[in-house]
């Protein structure tokens, strides 16, 4: 059985990029690299008790980790698509390290675009990036600011794109899969304070070990400072933009026997925000000043927000003979709570001023086969089912036509699924070309009902030595954000001060796509790579999300027609101590004829939008990201790690004298980090490797804008973080 196995250099702590090495599954490499080196007397001959005494569980049980770990990971290869993966060390190596979000580690793979609210764009997509855990997709949920998954979680993740396999479904502009750290392999503990300017304040713990066939690990961390949201102007700090959160994350797994393994995985986040202000707005009609005597300015509003999600994830792999498999069960419940201005600077400043709750509750299976039918020939089959329940609450406080305050009570839920089967082939015609084809059929009924017959195939040609070339099509169905308003709620709202702009409440409907993707990878040098990857997508119901109302919560709508296409460029160079990167993309997103939830836009956008192209509010044209690393003295105890990366964009859309006609300012970013370790600091058998570390966000403290507060779906202005300087010590132990 061949795969195609993404990675660089084992201790690389460079971004590995688009790396599409064509080897076994199981690989000696793997074998040798995990496996403990047996342990030595120095005697010529052993007693039979010495013997027993070296044959301990513990390398037995990694040598058996090992082993399910890669046969977990061949469950889903991902043949043909492009792979970014972040080792351990990768990760270690940006600036913040272990603190940093998953959102910044992210920015450093090719075609990534920064957005507000700590929001990604994959190649030209919205936010449809679906996260997996040991290969496990998570529902998605209602986070809009949070992270509810910890870098420091994260035993080494990846992030693929372009013509995926048909195992991955309903969300594809990207997926980041990661692998967890467990208690076999991240024995011992470490404790850590980092924090600095803007109140930063961010202790975190994380302890893993084993006993006999159980092993655990788990990390918690509280942060607490004034940069949880963008700032709305350019000023160093925000106005009103305290955060507080709480998370957790925890492995429990049970090794039943050597082909049989058990996998608890769960996780908490609970995340309350302050609402940056933004002075100077006009009041939403001159005689509210009369009306609201006591509504502040609208710099001085008290607006905060709420976000809570949990979820849990039990697994059962198994190998038995040429089958291996993994089911899971996994229930995720993600809820998100606006309170207004208590002195009703909303209904002042926007017409309506409401206390609005939503809150999404998945639970759902997940079973993946590989069937090892011959050496050229290995079929794999599986299906995803997500039962769902949304459930959308609101009191809403408006003027009525004789501007008289009214409350209008609003509230509905939904249940429905999700589901989606798959099989496919994966089939080696020669030595060096790989071809993975199959089916994909996919479902949706809350409040949609559609479905798909899905397509795709993959080839991957090994043309001459340090040479890759790949070629692939995927059929894509994305079905809507479940967390969508229905349009039952405008008739409430006619006549006062809070309706819609326009009457259309078209449902949302499901995404279909045509995704063609080529690229080639050659290695240049030893350590030195080099690729470059084309992509082309033609979407019907394109869907799209925006941010509508006081209330930073994301609604989706579709454009009739849509197309993305793009090109992405990397290299890295990952030799001794020296790590270097280098990514930079091109990419151009355009849609037509808003066909779902009209209320939202104003009538004039809606009229030019359905005759013409427009881009879409997230169409970044250049994006870029580079970086290096140097260790000095990295073969002492006292090891020195300088490294610095750098994040450019030439500018989200926003309005001209069109919808999205215009582009914010290009950026450049530039962040840094220092890290100095001691080994055995403490000279204590309980105490090992010390870290310091100085990381400074935004150097040379450039001002930079992300939004203007115009463009479709665009409710506020957003800026970018100031320099912003944090330090920090850990304590492994």
């Given at each position: 059985?061949?795969?195609?196995w993404?990675?660089?250099r084992p201790?690389?702590?460079?971004?590995?990029?688009?790396?599409?090495?064509?080897?076994?599954?199981?690989?000696?490499?793997?074998?040798?690299?995990?496996?403990?080196?047996?342990p030595?007397?120095?005697?010529?001959?052993?007693t039979?008790?010495?013997?027993?005494?070296?044959?301990?569980?513990?390398?037995?049980?990694?040598?058996?980790?090992?082993r399910?770990?890669?046969?977990?990971?061949?469950?889903?290869?991902?043949?043909?698509?492009?792979?970014?993966?972040?080792?351990?060390?990768?990760?270690?190596?940006?600036?913040?390290?272990?603190?940093?979000?998953?959102?910044?580690?992210?920015?450093?793979?090719?075609?990534?675009?920064?957005?507000?609210?700590?929001?990604?764009?994959?190649?030209?997509?919205?936010?449809?990036?679906?996260?997996?855990?040991?290969?496990?997709?998570?529902?998605?949920?209602?986070?809009?600011?949070?992270?509810?998954l910890?870098?420091?979680?994260?035993?080494?993740?990846?992030?693929?794109?372009?013509?995926?396999?048909?195992?991955?479904?309903?969300?594809?502009?990207?997926?980041?899969?990661?692998?967890?750290?467990?208690?076999?392999?991240?024995?011992?503990?470490?404790v850590?304070i980092?924090?600095?300017?803007?109140?930063?304040?961010?202790?975190?713990?994380?302890?893993?070990?084993?006993?006999g066939?159980?092993?655990?690990?788990?990390?918690?961390?509280?942060?607490?400072?004034?940069?949880?949201?963008?700032?709305?102007?350019?000023?160093?700090?925000?106005?009103?933009?305290?955060?507080?959160?709480?998370?957790?994350?925890?492995?429990?797994?049970?090794?039943?026997?050597?082909?049989?393994?058990?996998?608890?995985?769960?996780?908490?986040?609970?995340?309350?925000?302050?609402?940056?202000n933004?002075?100077g707005?006009p009041l939403?009609?001159?005689?509210?000043?009369?009306?609201?005597?006591?509504?502040?300015?609208?710099g001085?509003?008290?607006?905060?927000?709420?976000?809570?999600?949990?979820?849990a994830?039990?697994?059962?792999?198994?190998?038995?003979?040429?089958?291996?498999?993994?089911?899971?069960?996994?229930s995720?419940?993600?809820?998100?709570?606006y309170?207004?201005?208590?002195?009703?600077?909303?209904?002042?400043?926007?017409?309506?001023?409401?206390?609005?709750e939503?809150?999404?509750?998945?639970?759902?299976?997940?079973?993946?086969?590989?069937?090892r039918?011959?050496?050229?020939?290995?079929?794999?089959?599986?299906?995803?089912?997500f039962?769902e329940?949304?459930?959308?609450?609101?009191?809403?406080t408006?003027?009525?036509?004789?501007?008289?305050?009214?409350?209008?009570?609003?509230?509905?839920?939904?249940?429905?699924?999700?589901?989606?089967?798959?099989?496919?082939?994966?089939?080696?015609?020669?030595?060096?070309?790989?071809?993975?084809?199959?089916?994909?059929?996919?479902?949706?009924?809350?409040?949609?009902?559609?479905?798909?017959?899905?397509?795709?195939?993959?080839?991957?040609?090994?043309?001459?030595?340090?040479?890759?070339?790949?070629?692939?099509?995927?059929?894509y169905?994305?079905?809507?954000?479940?967390?969508?308003?229905?349009?039952?709620?405008?008739?409430?709202?006619?006549?006062t001060?809070?309706?819609?702009?326009?009457?259309?409440?078209?449902?949302?409907?499901?995404?279909?796509?045509?995704?063609?993707?080529?690229?080639?990878?050659?290695?240049?040098?030893?350590?030195?790579?080099?690729?470059?990857?084309?992509?082309?997508?033609?979407?019907?119901?394109?869907?799209?999300?925006g941010?509508?109302?006081a209330?930073?919560?994301?609604?989706?709508?579709?454009?009739?027609?849509?197309?993305?296409?793009?090109?992405?460029?990397?290299?890295?160079?990952?030799?001794?101590p020296l790590?270097?990167?280098?990514?930079?993309?091109?990419?151009?997103?355009?849609?037509?004829?808003?066909?779902?939830?009209?209320?939202?836009?104003?009538?004039?956008?809606?009229?030019?939008i359905?005759?013409?192209?427009i881009?879409?509010?997230?169409?970044?044209?250049?994006?870029?990201?580079?970086?290096?690393?140097?260790?000095?003295?990295h073969?002492?105890?006292?090891?020195?790690?300088?490294?610095?990366?750098?994040?450019?964009?030439?500018?989200?859309?926003t309005?001209?004298?069109?919808?999205?006609?215009?582009?914010?300012?290009?950026y450049?970013?530039?962040?840094?980090?220092?890290?100095?370790?001691?080994?055995?600091?403490?000279?204590?058998?309980?105490?090992?490797?010390?870290?310091?570390?100085?990381?400074?966000?935004?150097?040379?403290?450039?001002?930079?804008?992300?939004r203007?507060?115009?463009?479709i779906?665009?409710?506020?202005?957003?800026?970018?973080?100031?320099?912003?300087?944090?330090?920090?010590?850990?304590?492994?132990?």
């Open positions: 059985m061949m795969r195609l993404f990675s660089a201790h690389s702590p460079a971004m590995l990029v688009a790396m599409t090495i064509l080897t076994p599954a199981v690989s000696a490499m793997a074998q040798d690299a995990v496996a403990p080196a047996t030595t007397t120095g005697r010529a001959t052993t039979e008790a010495e013997r027993l005494t070296r044959a301990s569980s513990a390398p037995e049980t990694m040598t058996v980790t090992a399910l770990d890669r046969a977990r990971v061949a469950l889903q290869p991902s043949t043909g698509a492009t792979v970014h993966a972040f080792s351990r060390r990768a990760l270690e190596t940006i600036p913040g390290g272990d603190n940093a979000g998953l959102n910044s580690v992210l920015l450093q793979a090719p075609g990534v675009a920064q957005d507000s609210y700590g929001q990604i764009h994959v190649r030209g997509d919205h936010n449809e990036v679906q996260f997996r855990l040991d290969g496990v997709q998570l529902p998605e949920g209602m986070n809009v600011f949070g992270q509810t910890m870098t420091r979680f994260a035993d080494n993740l990846s992030l693929s794109t372009g013509a995926l396999p048909v195992q991955y479904g309903f969300l594809q502009a990207a997926v980041v899969d990661i692998t967890t750290k467990n208690g076999t392999t991240n024995k011992g503990g470490n850590s980092y924090g600095g300017a803007r109140d930063y304040f961010f202790p975190s713990a994380q302890y893993g070990g084993q006993y066939k159980w092993d655990y690990f788990f990390t918690a961390d509280y942060v607490h400072d004034r940069v949880g949201i963008e700032n709305t102007t350019s000023s160093f700090n925000a106005p009103h933009d305290l955060s507080n959160q709480y998370h957790f994350l925890g492995h429990l797994r049970y090794t039943v026997d050597e082909n049989t393994r058990l996998s608890l995985i769960a996780g908490i986040s609970n995340a309350e925000y302050q609402l940056p933004n002075a707005q939403y009609k001159d005689n509210y000043t009369s009306l609201l005597p006591n509504a502040p300015g609208s001085g509003l008290n607006e905060h927000q709420k976000e809570i999600t949990d979820f994830i039990l697994s059962l792999q198994k190998e038995i003979g040429a089958f291996s498999l993994q089911t899971s069960v996994f995720r419940y993600s809820s998100l709570g309170s207004p201005d208590p002195n009703m600077g909303d209904l002042a400043y926007m017409g309506v001023s409401q206390h609005a939503r809150s999404v509750m998945s639970t759902g299976t997940q079973s993946d086969v590989t069937w039918v011959r050496p050229d020939h290995t079929i794999r089959f599986g299906f995803q089912v039962a329940r949304n459930i959308t609450k609101a009191d809403a408006v003027f009525d036509a004789s501007n008289r305050q009214t409350t209008i009570h609003t509230g509905n839920g939904r249940t429905g699924d999700v589901y989606g089967l798959y099989v496919q082939d994966e089939w080696r015609p020669l030595r060096n070309v790989t071809v993975n084809y199959g089916l994909r059929f996919d479902g949706v009924s809350e409040y949609t009902n559609e479905h798909q017959l899905s397509p795709r195939i993959n080839v991957v040609w090994r043309a001459w030595k340090g040479g890759v070339l790949h070629a692939g099509y995927s059929r169905f994305t079905p809507p954000p479940f967390e969508v308003v229905g349009g039952s709620d405008l008739q409430q709202f006619a006549n001060s809070g309706a819609a702009a326009s009457t259309g409440s078209s449902t949302v409907k499901a995404e279909r796509d045509h995704y063609f993707d080529a690229g080639i990878e050659q290695v240049i040098l030893p350590g030195w790579r080099v690729s470059f990857d084309a992509y082309y997508k033609l979407a019907h119901n394109l869907i799209d999300e941010q509508f109302g209330p930073i919560i994301l609604s989706g709508f579709n454009y009739r027609r849509g197309q993305v296409n793009g090109y992405e460029f990397s290299t890295s160079y990952d030799r001794g790590s270097l990167y280098g990514n930079f993309a091109w990419s151009r997103a355009i849609g037509k004829d808003i066909t779902s939830a009209q209320f939202n836009f104003a009538p004039d956008d809606l009229a030019y359905s005759q013409r192209w881009h879409l509010d997230h169409d970044q044209r250049w994006t870029a990201s580079a970086g290096g690393a140097y260790t000095f003295f073969h002492t105890g006292h090891p020195t790690r300088l490294s610095a990366t750098m994040v450019y964009g030439s500018g989200l859309r309005d001209s004298d069109v919808p999205n006609g215009g582009v914010v300012p290009q450049a970013t530039f962040n840094m980090s220092v890290v100095q370790s001691f080994r055995d600091l403490f000279h204590s058998r309980f105490l090992r490797t010390t870290q310091l570390r100085l990381d400074v966000t935004n150097l040379f403290d450039h001002p930079y804008m992300l203007t507060g115009a463009g779906g665009v409710g506020a202005p957003q800026y970018g973080l100031r320099r912003t300087i944090l330090t920090g010590i850990s304590q492994s132990f």
